[in-house]
């Protein structure tokens, strides 16, 4: 087999060097399989004359073979293809306008579905980085109760601690708790977003690092040393990539950490801006919590454990858990997700719907560049039939057509990729930031081989479709009849203008799919700026700072730490109020803990309700302008010595207390038997979407820090409210923080309104790519329709000079020529709208309070698309009214 494949080899690379040898190379061939054939038979007993006719019905005549050879492989072949393609460049050059828009409209579309596919290679397409990714799954805790059910990402000490010790379809199993680290003691203090792992997360992933080691099962325990992991990016932007860091000391929230490890280039893992990692560390009492979802659980699946087997058995361990703790755990149960659907299952639909829309641009330039060969083939049609009968072949004037075409999009190919790098850039730039990340992975995209693989094919591809129609109409005709027609400027054929038709209500057609695509998108987005927040984010600047480190050992110097910088902020020109919280809203984070009620008992006592919680300092109302709606606020007064009070949100007294009597009323946070006190609730406030902007309000439980240590939450945002621009305060409050601490880390400086423009994010993200996908639909429609219009205005000149001579008024003839437009383009737009029906579904998951059947946008679309189709079309249809009647009669 390798021997025959030499052989070609050879003898193709001999064609290029010496015919003649390749000639005899050829002989040589052909007399050796006959020799051996003759001697194989010869065996069997035939004689020779016997075996060389054998030879001869199996092979063929050798001299027919070694002609067919010849013409395939020799020179002849090569100059006729150099032929076709010096011919086809040279007819390009000549109609430069026509090239010109080709490789334009061809440019927008490849380019288009390039940068989509190099975002969908990379999301959806390239495999995870780890070794058998496959087996790696999320786990999240599935709560389904009367009249709820929710599917919570995080997961609670206690439960990660009983299916770690008692499952039976893991090999590993680590869990992950978010942080974010001050690290100090290298030049400016700067904040680290990181994690605190299980010692075997890296076992887990079967991850290693360039340099170092990862953790030791001993150092996971609570009070054992402190060890930390470097980012590959941190290693090299803070510590100059010196490969001695590793074993040294560095201060991380004012601790020294010893450096054991520097992970890979590529690992960021959980999320995209993890640069530092460092062991989980909980006690006995933190593993036997069941109150608090707090972290992230991945494991691996042993060999031969597939997921539908793996989830049947941790259903049966969940009920197992729930027997044991009701309370907590009635209703509860494990959910596995694989890591990929993990990282990809919110971005997957969006993308898809893209690459869709793209696919169905490049169709419309395929359908615009078939109705363009098509015409300049119909112009040159005697040029063809003049060929044909002087003895070219059928399949030489359809492979000049193909050369031609496929020149054009070699070039529109070219220039796409120029198109594509330039939108990467762009994906790059509107994708949200790593705190906030939308579509993972995006910082992978790139020009690469693959890519560049895809360009050619595409290329090649979308020439030969757009090219595909007009080489059969050409290929098919009559010599004489095509030598008996008029020329280009004559009457069409009725095959022609059907054919034209057709590509027009087939690009009609699929500008209304992308259109509506994009019509629903921008209703929804608009329906965003609708929803109500329960606060005013304009004039409020906010920032993270994290008082952590030996100079904060405990509570109390956190407390007093926030309680000065807030008295100072307070005392800034310019600044109405200010106020702490543990998370802002908007940011995706959740702290969820049950709760019981005191003297209310539920309808379902085996088990305990929860709210999101949120610890707040006085004055954080205020800055967000929260409405009280009932009670009061929090004070300075409600210190850890006074009676223990919260603040509860609307949605909170609707779910527990839709009677009324909600202030004055006891609650305790953590199920029975919590050994915490019982708190007065003093007031009411508005509900806030803390999650994002999509997702419904929570019931909510609003605690003052001053009163919270035993639920051990940190602030991290301050919110500052301004009677100016927030921007020109932001480096008083700096100083006020540097004043008390010069050591801390002061990161996420933005205004509340920053934050919400972050929170719609990925709304924002589809909307702009899909609107620009309906930009480029809009001008190719406008494009493919003004140029038919041209067309058939040009074909029907002596039609249309016959009307005039006979009496007919320009008004009609401009009315016949829109009419017949207004006609197709309206079969166009019912067919898109049709085909918008039957892909609504994949809409769906992208939309906010809207219907993927909305018939505002679908009316507003064929509205839109059949304004621009007339605008369109009126150009050539207003330069046929103009025809001088006696120069259209001699127009032949």
């Known amino acids: 087999m390798l021997s025959a494949w030499w052989n070609q080899v050879r003898m193709r690379i001999a064609v290029l060097l010496n015919r003649r040898q390749f000639e005899r190379d050829l002989q040589e061939e052909l007399d050796f399989h006959l020799a051996m054939r003759e001697q194989s038979q010869r065996r069997s007993g035939m004689t020779p004359d016997d075996a060389y006719r054998s030879a001869r019905f199996q092979f063929g005549n050798p001299e027919v073979i070694k002609d067919a050879c010849r013409e395939l492989w020799s020179w002849r072949f090569l100059e006729t293809l150099w032929q076709d393609v010096w011919f086809g460049g040279r007819m390009l050059r000549k109609n430069l306008s026509f090239t010109a828009l080709a490789v334009l409209t061809l440019a927008l579309g490849i380019g288009a579905n390039t940068a989509v596919f190099s975002l969908v290679d990379a999301v959806l397409l390239k495999p995870l980085p780890y070794a058998r990714?496959?087996?790696?799954?999320?786990?999240?805790?599935?709560?389904?109760?009367?009249?709820?059910?929710?599917?919570?990402?995080?997961?609670?000490?206690?439960?990660?601690?009983?299916?770690?010790?008692?499952?039976?379809?893991?090999?590993?199993?680590?869990?992950?708790?978010?942080?974010?680290?001050?690290?100090?003691?290298?030049?400016?203090?700067?904040?680290?977003?990181?994690?605190?792992?299980?010692?075997?997360?890296?076992?887990?992933?079967?991850?290693?690092?360039?340099?170092?080691?990862?953790?030791?099962?001993?150092?996971?325990?609570?009070?054992?040393?402190?060890?930390?992991?470097?980012?590959?990016?941190?290693?090299?932007?803070?510590?100059?990539?010196?490969?001695?860091?590793?074993?040294?000391?560095?201060?991380?929230?004012?601790?020294?950490?010893?450096?054991?490890?520097?992970?890979?280039?590529?690992?960021?893992?959980?999320?995209?801006?993890?640069?530092?990692?460092?062991?989980?560390?909980?006690?006995?009492?933190?593993?036997?919590?069941?109150?608090?979802?707090?972290?992230?659980?991945?494991?691996?699946?042993?060999?031969?454990?597939?997921?539908?087997?793996?989830?049947?058995?941790?259903?049966?361990?969940?009920?197992?858990?729930?027997?044991?703790?009701?309370?907590?755990?009635?209703?509860?149960?494990?959910?596995?997700?694989?890591?990929?659907?993990?990282?990809?299952?919110?971005?997957?639909?969006?993308?898809?719907?893209?690459?869709?829309?793209?696919?169905?641009?490049?169709?419309?330039?395929?359908?615009?560049?078939?109705?363009?060969?098509?015409?300049?083939?119909?112009?040159?049609?005697?040029?063809?039939?003049?060929?044909?009968?002087?003895g070219a072949a059928r399949s030489r004037v359809v492979r000049q057509l193909i050369t031609e075409s496929l020149l054009l999009s070699l070039l529109g190919g070219a220039a796409g990729l120029l198109f594509a790098f330039w939108g990467m850039h762009a994906l790059r730039g509107i994708n949200p930031p790593p705190s906030f990340p939308y579509i993972s992975r995006i910082e992978e995209i790139g020009?690469?081989?693959?890519?560049?693989?895809?360009?050619?094919?595409?290329?090649?591809?979308?020439?030969?479709?757009?090219?595909?129609?007009?080489?059969?109409?050409?290929?098919?005709?009559?010599?004489?009849?095509?030598?008996?027609?008029?020329?280009?400027?004559?009457?069409?054929?009725?095959?022609?203008?059907?054919?034209?038709?057709?590509?027009?209500?087939?690009?009609?057609?699929?500008?209304?799919?992308?259109?509506?695509?994009?019509?629903?998108?921008?209703?929804?987005?608009?329906?965003?700026?609708?929803?109500?927040?329960?606060?005013?984010?304009?004039?409020?600047?906010?920032?993270?700072?994290?008082?952590?480190?030996?100079?904060?050992?405990?509570?109390?110097?956190?407390?007093?730490?926030?309680?000065?910088?807030?008295?100072?902020?307070?005392?800034?020109?310019?600044?109405?109020?200010?106020?702490?919280?543990?998370?802002?809203?908007?940011?995706?984070?959740?702290?969820?803990?049950?709760?019981?009620?005191?003297?209310?008992?539920?309808?379902?006592?085996?088990?305990?309700?929860?709210?999101?919680?949120?610890?707040?300092?006085?004055?954080?109302?205020?800055?967000?302008?929260?409405?009280?709606?009932?009670?009061?606020?929090?004070?300075?007064?409600?210190?850890?010595?006074?009676?223990?009070?919260?603040?509860?949100?609307?949605?909170?007294?609707?779910?527990?207390?839709?009677?009324?009597?909600?202030?004055?009323?006891?609650?305790?946070?953590?199920?029975?038997?919590?050994?915490?006190?019982?708190?007065?609730?003093?007031?009411?406030?508005?509900?806030?979407p803390y999650f994002d902007i999509t997702s419904p309000p929570q019931p909510t439980i609003y605690l003052p820090y001053a009163q919270s240590a035993a639920l051990r939450t940190d602030l991290h945002d301050l919110a500052v409210r301004t009677l100016q621009t927030p921007a020109s305060l932001t480096g008083a409050v700096r100083n006020v923080i540097r004043n008390v601490d010069g050591d801390l880390a002061i990161s996420r400086v933005r205004t509340m309104q920053e934050v919400c423009s972050i929170s719609m994010a990925p709304q924002r993200f589809n909307l702009l790519l899909l609107t620009l996908m309906a930009a480029l639909v809009l001008f190719l429609a406008a494009i493919g329709l003004y140029g038919v219009t041209a067309y058939s205005v040009a074909q029907r000149t002596r039609e249309i000079g016959v009307r005039l001579i006979l009496g007919a008024a320009p008004a009609d003839v401009l009315r016949l020529i829109l009419f017949h437009s207004a006609a197709l383009i309206l079969f166009g737009v019912a067919a898109g709208i049709a085909l918008s029906f039957s892909l609504a579904s994949l809409m769906k998951n992208l939309l906010f309070n809207v219907s993927a059947l909305d018939p505002v946008t679908y009316g507003v679309v064929a509205v839109l698309l059949s304004l621009v189709g007339l605008v369109a079309c009126y150009g050539p249809a207003r330069a046929a009214t103009r025809i001088d009647p006696i120069t259209a009669l001699r127009y032949e």
Request: glycine letters at 8%; one cysteine or more; charged letters at 20%.
């Open 133 to 390: 990714a496959d087996q790696l799954v999320v786990l999240h805790e599935r709560i389904r109760r009367e009249g709820y059910e929710h599917d919570q990402e995080m997961v609670t000490p206690g439960d990660f601690t009983a299916w770690k010790k008692r499952n039976a379809s893991f090999s590993g199993m680590a869990a992950i708790a978010s942080r974010s680290f001050d690290l100090t003691g290298t030049g400016e203090p700067v904040q680290i977003e990181g994690e605190a792992v299980s010692a075997n997360l890296f076992s887990v992933l079967q991850v290693e690092p360039v340099i170092g080691r990862v953790f030791d099962p001993e150092e996971e325990h609570s009070g054992a040393g402190r060890v930390a992991l470097l980012g590959y990016g941190l290693w090299t932007s803070r510590f100059a990539a010196d490969p001695q860091v590793v074993g040294h000391t560095i201060l991380i929230d004012g601790m020294g950490y010893v450096v054991v490890g520097v992970m890979p280039k590529w690992f960021s893992f959980p999320d995209p801006d993890d640069q530092l990692w460092v062991p989980l560390a909980l006690s006995e009492q933190d593993l036997a919590t069941r109150a608090a979802h707090s972290l992230r659980v991945v494991a691996r699946l042993k060999e031969g454990i597939s997921s539908v087997h793996a989830q049947t058995q941790m259903d049966a361990l969940s009920r197992v858990v729930a027997e044991e703790y009701p309370t907590t755990n009635s209703g509860l149960s494990a959910s596995l997700i694989s890591l990929r659907e993990q990282i990809v299952g919110n971005v997957r639909p969006a993308l898809l719907v893209l690459w869709l829309s793209a696919a169905f641009v490049l169709l419309i330039v395929c359908v615009n560049l078939a109705s363009f060969v098509l015409t300049r083939a119909s112009i040159r049609r005697r040029e063809f039939a003049v060929r044909l009968a002087l």
């Open 447 to 688: 020009i690469n081989g693959t890519l560049l693989v895809f360009v050619l094919a595409l290329s090649l591809v979308t020439g030969i479709l757009f090219s595909l129609i007009p080489a059969l109409r050409t290929g098919g005709r009559d010599i004489q009849e095509a030598l008996k027609e008029e020329d280009s400027r004559g009457n069409s054929g009725g095959t022609r203008r059907w054919i034209r038709s057709t590509l027009v209500l087939m690009q009609t057609a699929l500008g209304v799919v992308v259109m509506i695509g994009a019509g629903l998108l921008l209703r929804s987005f608009v329906r965003l700026g609708t929803v109500p927040l329960g606060f005013h984010p304009q004039n409020v600047l906010t920032l993270r700072v994290l008082p952590r480190g030996v100079r904060y050992p405990d509570f109390y110097a956190r407390l007093n730490f926030y309680q000065q910088v807030l008295a100072k902020v307070q005392n800034v020109a310019g600044v109405e109020s200010a106020g702490a919280v543990s998370f802002l809203p908007l940011t995706r984070s959740r702290q969820f803990n049950t709760f019981s009620v005191e003297g209310r008992p539920l309808a379902n006592t085996s088990w305990s309700p929860s709210a999101d919680i949120r610890v707040v300092t006085p004055g954080y109302f205020e800055a967000m302008q929260i409405p009280l709606t009932a009670g009061r606020k929090f004070s300075w007064e409600d210190m850890p010595e006074s009676a223990p009070v919260a603040i509860v949100s609307k949605k909170f007294m609707q779910n527990f207390f839709p009677d009324g009597g909600v202030t004055g009323s006891h609650i305790r946070i953590g199920s029975p038997p919590s050994s915490s006190a019982w708190r007065t609730i003093i007031g009411v406030v508005d509900d806030v």
